[in-house]
């Protein structure tokens, strides 16, 4: 097949020689999938064109945030407004007391919010407040689920089901993770029997109510109430990850969508409407805690820049006017029925999750048949066809179709996808997978 993207492979080499294997952040860097990473140079609708001119249907939208497609006008005239006026100030402004009502008046969980620049920062700030409202060290997090790259939850899990973490990358001491339990998501015993032994050391559960870095796994209503109740019973702070599902799930996020409310949420991607921005915000008497008005220490130089807080305000007031979640869910109906049918159809077994605008295709052995166990934690998770995952996901860039470059990465789909271009994307599913058949 003739190399039509020419441009993005000469733009890959330069970038290799002055960034370190050539991308800002590893997920870019195709490792998954092999091959090359594409370079795009722009983005409108629901649609990718990159530097060779090749124009794609876009199933990442920057990982999430642009849930209202690429160049929305009503989020694009108000960072031009913001621009119009500096683009920092390391000053209070109005505009964030603006966003910081919206989120509150949005999600559930959350009486008073602070703005920090990443889902990293929020999800570190978040654990370090726990950690200083409880006045205990240790913390639960699960096996699959990303917190972005703070030390403490860099860690992966060690020999048992509940032990202590283990490093995750060179440059993360063992003291560091040592503090930091790993257990299997949607196990509701082991997460019972460690509160039970360690529940007075505790300081905070952390948890996405629904996973989307190790492709899209949701959490049972037992495992998602029993997080509530258990470390309310022990005095634990339960902290819910919402930086993926918070906005794009409901409004207001997962906890909305499953009814069950922490006592912290971070926040990313949507709240910043596409620009660098996360938050944390929970219970008052906790978000009290944090300086000036308490003793945790936070700071950030470009928290709550004005250009991001504009992004994130139009993008949630336009969420708040004109509420997307019916016609997406209904378009992700299409699009997970129509995967499903398509692999079927050609005798690839395939499991497919999806939660409203996020879904993820397992290539699973055995997924036809009766009572086949359901992707419910990273043991099962990562019992997929890598390989075969990689073939589709580069025969459906060659269709015009672009898909996270990795089996474990959910897929995004925003309000700008239209109909045509979600039967668009099923036909060429339906195509690749019969040429993988074909080949198999």
């Avoid at 005095?235 to 819910?240: D, M, Q, S, Y």
């Amino acid at each position: 097949m003739t190399d039509t993207r020419v441009l993005s492979h000469k733009a890959f080499n330069r970038a290799k020689q002055l960034i370190p294997g050539g991308v800002n952040s590893p997920a870019r860097a195709f490792g998954a999938v092999g091959g090359e990473p594409i370079f795009f140079q722009s983005g409108q609708g629901a649609q990718l064109t990159d530097i060779d001119g090749h124009t794609y249907i876009d199933y990442i939208g920057s990982w999430g945030p642009m849930i209202l497609g690429h160049r929305h006008p009503r989020v694009v005239a108000a960072i031009e407004n913001a621009l119009s006026r500096g683009t920092s100030y390391g000053a209070p402004t109005e505009a964030e007391s603006g966003l910081a009502e919206q989120i509150i008046e949005a999600v559930p969980s959350i009486e008073k919010v602070r703005m920090v620049s990443s889902g990293t920062e929020a999800a570190m700030s978040a654990v370090r407040l726990a950690r200083g409202a409880t006045g205990r060290e240790v913390i639960i997090k699960f096996a699959g689920n990303y917190h972005g790259h703070a030390d403490s939850l860099l860690v992966s899990a060690g020999s048992a089901a509940a032990t202590l973490g283990v490093p995750d990358s060179p440059g993360v001491t063992a003291g560091t993770a040592k503090d930091t339990l790993v257990l299997e998501y949607n196990d509701t015993e082991a997460l019972e029997r460690v509160f039970e032994e360690r529940g007075d050391k505790i300081a905070a559960l952390l948890m996405e109510p629904v996973v989307g870095n190790m492709g899209l796994v949701e959490p049972s209503r037992e495992f998602l109430q029993t997080a509530r109740t258990i470390t309310e019973k022990h005095g634990a702070i339960l902290v819910f990850d919402e930086v993926m599902t918070g906005f794009r799930l409901a409004f207001g996020g997962a906890q909305e969508l499953y009814g069950v409310t922490p006592d912290i949420t971070t926040l990313g991607k949507i709240v910043g409407g596409g620009l660098p921005l996360g938050a944390y915000g929970g219970k008052a008497d906790i978000m009290n805690q944090v300086l000036p008005a308490g003793k945790v220490f936070q700071a950030g130089t470009l928290s709550g820049n004005p250009l991001a807080v504009a992004a994130g305000a139009a993008t949630l007031a336009e969420l708040k006017d004109h509420p997307p979640y019916k016609a997406l869910d209904q378009n992700g109906k299409i699009l997970e029925e129509g995967f499903r049918l398509a692999a079927e159809g050609v005798g690839i077994p395939c499991q497919i999750a999806r939660v409203g605008s996020m879904m993820t295709m397992f290539f699973q052995a055995g997924a036809f048949s009766e009572g086949t166990r359901r992707v419910t934690g990273w043991k099962t998770a990562r019992e997929s066809n890598t390989e075969q995952y990689a073939k589709f996901f580069w025969g459906m860039i060659e269709h015009g179709i672009y898909l996270p470059c990795s089996q474990f990465e959910a897929l995004f789909f925003s309000s700008a996808h239209t109909e045509n271009e979600i039967l668009q994307t099923v036909k060429a599913a339906n195509q690749v997978l019969l040429q993988m058949a074909s080949e198999a």
